[in-house]
């Protein structure tokens, strides 16, 4: 079984910052692409940022420039380091991966979402 435990979520002024992680642990054969997707009330859950077993990043064009992913393979732990963060940065972040598990399985895992808030 795998599971994604996410944290660091929490509550931060804007122009703050703060610093989620996410650990995949259990039959885990292979980790390919991990990311980070959040999902604020009222709307549909949106990609934030991605990067692959190979260090390669994609980004949402709102968090450009503001937040980093970054992923360490010896802990099979994903990062997203958020700075300068914005009140419209408020939502749910959820941690993904593709996952390929020991022995027949899914390939596609998430957390379990930590709340990120930022007041103005």
């Known amino acids: 079984q795998v599971q994604l435990v996410e944290s660091g979520g929490g509550l931060v002024q804007a122009g703050g910052s703060l610093r989620l992680s996410c650990a995949a642990s259990g039959s885990i054969f292979s980790i390919n692409a991990m990311g980070w997707y959040r999902q604020a009330p009222g709307k549909q859950r949106e990609l934030v940022a991605d990067?692959?077993?190979?260090?390669?990043?994609n980004y949402a064009d709102s968090v450009k420039g503001r937040f980093t992913i970054s992923r360490d393979n010896r802990k099979n732990t994903v990062y997203l380091q958020m700075n300068s963060l914005k009140p419209e940065d408020t939502a749910v972040y959820y941690c993904?991966?593709?996952?390929?598990?020991?022995?027949?399985?899914?390939?596609?895992?998430w957390g379990q979402g930590t709340q990120v808030t930022v007041s103005s």
């Open positions: 993904a991966a593709d996952i390929r598990p020991l022995g027949p399985g899914p390939s596609d895992y």
């Open positions: 990067i692959t077993s190979g260090g390669n990043t």
